[in-house]
């Protein structure tokens, strides 16, 4: 007895100083999760404390690694689970904490399950995507239905939170299981809906971004030959979407979407847009989500509005070329086709649509084009218009044909009615190489009569006919160059032009390089156009190293004189008061008012006035130099009048302003 005694005095004495349990297994799994290699300890001192470290849990495709998990099993159990990192491609989460709160109430004399306070789980932790630098906040807290597996999970205000974004959003989420057939085991499936409201996103590069954005999605998948078999539909209620280069507003857009994802692919099999002012685009696609880059993308749209099409999708490729800001109309068909950033096929189809650039420099209606583009196979493409403009010039009805061979192409002439005459371009030929584009033409200028260009311009009416050729022209690397002279038929004469060079013509600052030359123009025809006065004999001029930026001159020597020749050289009084207009301050003719007011005309022997043009400030000069000035026009026979310059230096602005008053008849000049 007393050695009974004894031994259940030592055994007490060893439970006393027991202070906790350990507990380990292999791993402990459910239909929700599963723990590797857990390891419990049981504090006997806290009866109400359960700590849990393990190697991993997995809940679904998420991993945290090294779990340490704290279970509180007092009248109100809660379980909190914290870890360095949470494995969940293509994001990388970091101190991640999962709490589960089971609600339940102590009433003071007993514990018991409340009736009116349900489970919640919150989840928070630090976010970011692998290609990215910003870490996020990110917060979850949903209602724990009471069968988790089956029932709907409710997740009201949950937020992500980074420098560049403000995203909250609500969550419901619906498990469902579907029998694959009667032998089968069931897969896997889940219905959520995402709610955004007033969201705003953007990207360190600014590539991508959205304000105020307000929708929702509705999406279901479940499990199928190792992936998931998913579809969605999205509803874009309101804000504004930059996704670049494309940007989209005004929400009312609805989006349908199907496919199949097996990591690290997402295939999108039928995806359907409707876009308000657009109409309906259909596409297919394969992303990689690792690197975010398309395997393969197709879109298609059938009557859809051009100008949606173009404002939408075409402009935001396009915005710094000369196509980049216009007024279109009509309907069209388009297709799209790429394989990684490489494009395969495009087909454009344009019916009776209008296209009018806001500037005013073209405009075509009742265009009609047929675009068809293969990498793999030449193909042919067609275009035309009834009627156009280029600048305030009319254009007639046009059709062309061409051949596009994957970045180049071809055609062999292309006649561009204008007025009565009209433009003839050959041996035509266009490339993109290098991300910009190359390209020749030769041209011919078909007889257009002088009276209706003039006209069409808002010019003086003048006579005669404008004709000429352009023997090449080049563009590459920016800059647009002409190989060889150009010769114009104008007044009589010819005027030509030579080296011609103009850098970036389709940019923001286009600058111009050439030189003209006149010759054998008639003087009488000048004048009687622009009602100058009349001045009989021939014209002859230059134009040397003209240079223009923004279409404006910044520099030129500059110089018109008469001719020598056997031919009569009369100058009216009108004609002298004008060229003494011209002259500016400083410009007088060598007689008397009261003496020239008697003659009609006088004789000369040479005329003549030039300009050196050095930013604004044009320097002044004429036939002959004096010494405190130049001569503009020299007499010769009875009568006979001299016009002297003596302002030597002046704004081109000035020399402008004088053209435009003699040329519009108000000049009132007194002639000393």
Same mark, same amino acid.
């Given at each position: 007895?007393?050695?009974?005694?004894?031994?259940?005095?030592?055994?007490?004495?060893?439970?006393?100083?027991?202070?906790?349990?350990?507990?380990?297994?292999?791993?402990?799994?459910?239909?929700?999760?599963? /723990? @590797? =290699? +857990?390891?419990?300890?049981?504090?006997?001192?806290?009866?109400?404390?359960?700590?849990?470290?393990? %190697?991993? $849990? &997995?809940?679904?495709?998420?991993? /945290? @690694? =090294? +779990?340490?998990?704290?279970?509180?099993?007092?009248?109100?159990?809660?379980?909190?689970?914290?870890? %360095?990192? $949470? &494995?969940?491609?293509?994001?990388?989460?970091?101190? +991640?904490?999962?709490?589960?709160?089971?609600?339940?109430?102590?009433?003071?004399?007993?514990?018991?399950?409340?009736?009116?306070?349900?489970?919640?789980?919150?989840?928070?932790?630090?976010?970011?995507?692998?290609?990215?630098?910003?870490?996020?906040?990110?917060?979850?807290?949903?209602?724990?239905?009471?069968?988790a597996a089956a029932q709907t999970w409710r997740c009201e205000d949950g937020l992500y939170h980074d420098v560049r974004s403000h995203v909250p959003f609500n969550v419901r989420l619906t498990p469902t299981w579907k029998e694959q057939?009667?032998?089968?085991?069931?897969?896997?499936?889940?219905?959520?809906?995402?709610?955004?409201?007033?969201?705003?996103?953007?990207?360190?590069?600014?590539?991508?971004?959205?304000?105020?954005?307000?929708?929702?999605?509705?999406?279901?998948?479940?499990?199928?030959?190792?992936?998931?078999?998913?579809?969605?539909?999205?509803?874009?209620?309101?804000?504004?979407?930059?996704?670049?280069?494309?940007?989209?507003?005004?929400?009312?857009?609805?989006?349908?979407?199907?496919?199949?994802?097996?990591?690290?692919?997402?295939?999108?099999?039928?995806?359907?847009?409707?876009?308000?002012?657009?109409?309906?685009?259909?596409?297919?696609?394969?992303?990689?989500?690792?690197?975010?880059?398309?395997?393969?993308?197709?879109?298609?749209?059938?009557?859809?509005?051009?100008?949606?099409?173009?404002?939408?999708?075409?402009?935001?490729?396009?915005?710094?070329?000369?196509?980049?800001?216009?007024?279109?109309?009509?309907?069209?068909?388009?297709?799209?086709?790429?394989?990684?950033?490489?494009p395969l096929k495009f087909h454009l189809n344009i019916t009776d649509a209008s296209v009018e650039d806001q500037l005013g420099k073209f405009g075509f209606s009742h265009f009609n084009a047929d675009i068809p583009w293969d990498y793999?196979?030449?193909?042919?493409?067609?275009?035309?218009?009834?009627?156009?403009?280029?600048?305030?010039?009319?254009?007639?009805?046009?059709?062309?044909?061409?051949?596009?061979?994957?970045?180049?192409?071809?055609?062999?002439?292309?006649?561009?009615?204008?007025?009565?005459?009209?433009?003839?371009?050959?041996?035509?030929?266009?490339?993109?190489?290098?991300?910009?584009?190359?390209?020749?033409?030769?041209?011919?200028?078909?007889?257009?009569?002088?009276?209706?260009?003039?006209?069409?311009?808002?010019?003086?009416?003048?006579?005669?006919?404008?004709?000429?050729?352009?023997?090449?022209?080049?563009?590459?690397?920016?800059?647009?160059?002409?190989?060889?002279?150009?010769?114009?038929?104008?007044?009589?004469?010819?005027?030509?032009?030579?080296?011609?060079?103009?850098?970036?013509?389709?940019?923001?600052?286009?600058?111009?390089?050439?030189?003209?030359?006149?010759?054998?123009?008639?003087?009488?025809?000048?004048?009687?156009?622009?009602?100058?006065?009349?001045?009989?004999g021939k014209l002859e001029g230059d134009i040397k190293h003209l240079r223009l930026q923004n279409w404006k001159p910044v520099s030129m020597d500059a110089s018109v004189r008469t001719a020598d020749g056997p031919f009569e050289k009369?100058?009216?009084?009108?004609?002298?008061?004008?060229?003494?207009?011209?002259?500016?301050?400083?410009?007088?003719?060598?007689?008397?008012?009261?003496?020239?007011?008697?003659?009609?005309?006088?004789?000369?022997?040479?005329?003549?006035?030039?300009?050196?043009?050095?930013?604004?400030?044009?320097?002044?000069?004429?036939?002959?130099?004096?010494?405190?000035?130049?001569?503009?026009?020299?007499?010769?026979?009875?009568?006979?009048?001299?016009?002297?310059?003596?302002?030597?230096?002046?704004?081109?602005?000035?020399?402008?302003?004088?053209?435009?008053?003699?040329?519009?008849?108000?000049?009132?000049?007194?002639?000393?």
């Amino acid at each position: 007895m007393r050695v009974c005694g004894l031994m259940l005095l030592c055994w007490s004495a060893h439970v006393c100083a027991m202070t906790e349990i350990s507990l380990s297994a292999d791993s402990v799994s459910s239909d929700i999760f599963q /723990l @590797d =290699k +857990p390891h419990a300890v049981v504090n006997l001192h806290s009866k109400q404390q359960v700590q849990v470290h393990a %190697e991993r $849990l &997995q809940i679904g495709d998420a991993k /945290l @690694d =090294k +779990p340490n998990i704290m279970l509180d099993i007092s009248a109100r159990p809660t379980a909190l689970i914290t870890s %360095e990192q $949470l &494995q969940m491609p293509p994001y990388q989460v970091r101190h +991640p904490k999962i709490f589960l709160d089971y609600g339940f109430l102590d009433d003071g004399a007993h514990t018991q399950r409340s009736q009116t306070r349900q489970p919640t789980l919150s989840f928070d932790a630090e976010v970011k995507a692998l290609q990215d630098e910003v870490w996020g906040t990110f917060h979850l807290n949903c209602l724990v239905p009471a069968q988790a597996a089956a029932q709907t999970w409710r997740c009201e205000d949950g937020l992500y939170h980074d420098v560049r974004s403000h995203v909250p959003f609500n969550v419901r989420l619906t498990p469902t299981w579907k029998e694959q057939d009667k032998t089968g085991p069931a897969a896997k499936g889940v219905d959520v809906e995402l709610a955004v409201h007033e969201a705003k996103f953007s990207d360190a590069a600014g590539l991508h971004a959205g304000d105020k954005l307000t929708g929702k999605i509705n999406l279901s998948a479940h499990e199928q030959a190792g992936g998931w078999r998913w579809q969605g539909v999205f509803e874009w209620q309101q804000g504004e979407l930059f996704w670049q280069p494309f940007y989209f507003a005004e929400g009312s857009k609805r989006f349908e979407i199907r496919g199949f994802y097996r990591e690290p692919y997402m295939d999108i099999e039928q995806a359907t847009l409707a876009l308000q002012g657009v109409g309906t685009l259909h596409s297919q696609s394969r992303i990689h989500l690792i690197n975010k880059q398309f395997e393969f993308l197709k879109v298609d749209a059938k009557e859809v509005d051009f100008n949606g099409v173009y404002q939408a999708f075409i402009q935001p490729l396009i915005p710094h070329s000369a196509f980049g800001h216009l007024n279109v109309s009509g309907k069209a068909d388009w297709s799209f086709e790429a394989k990684g950033l490489q494009p395969l096929k495009f087909h454009l189809n344009i019916t009776d649509a209008s296209v009018e650039d806001q500037l005013g420099k073209f405009g075509f209606s009742h265009f009609n084009a047929d675009i068809p583009w293969d990498y793999d196979h030449p193909q042919q493409i067609a275009m035309g218009y009834q009627s156009g403009h280029i600048l305030k010039i009319p254009l007639g009805v046009t059709r062309w044909q061409a051949e596009v061979n994957r970045f180049s192409i071809t055609a062999p002439r292309l006649q561009l009615p204008i007025l009565d005459g009209g433009l003839d371009f050959q041996d035509i030929s266009a490339a993109w190489i290098n991300q910009s584009m190359v390209w020749h033409v030769k041209m011919d200028l078909q007889p257009i009569s002088m009276t209706s260009f003039s006209q069409a311009l808002g010019w003086p009416t003048m006579r005669g006919q404008i004709s000429g050729t352009m023997p090449l022209v080049t563009y590459a690397n920016h800059e647009l160059r002409m190989m060889g002279d150009m010769q114009f038929k104008l007044f009589n004469g010819m005027v030509g032009m030579s080296d011609l060079d103009i850098d970036d013509p389709l940019g923001a600052v286009p600058k111009l390089h050439a030189n003209f030359t006149m010759r054998e123009i008639d003087l009488g025809e000048i004048t009687r156009t622009f009602n100058f006065g009349s001045i009989s004999g021939k014209l002859e001029g230059d134009i040397k190293h003209l240079r223009l930026q923004n279409w404006k001159p910044v520099s030129m020597d500059a110089s018109v004189r008469t001719a020598d020749g056997p031919f009569e050289k009369k100058i009216s009084q009108r004609a002298v008061e004008n060229i003494t207009a011209l002259g500016g301050e400083g410009t007088a003719a060598a007689l008397q008012r009261t003496f020239l007011r008697f003659f009609k005309e006088f004789g000369y022997e040479k005329i003549g006035l030039s300009c050196e043009l050095r930013g604004d400030i044009c320097k002044m000069g004429g036939v002959e130099p004096l010494p405190d000035g130049f001569v503009i026009v020299k007499g010769k026979g009875a009568p006979s009048v001299n016009v002297n310059g003596y302002t030597q230096y002046v704004s081109w602005k000035d020399v402008l302003g004088r053209m435009q008053r003699v040329t519009d008849s108000n000049s009132k000049i007194i002639v000393d």
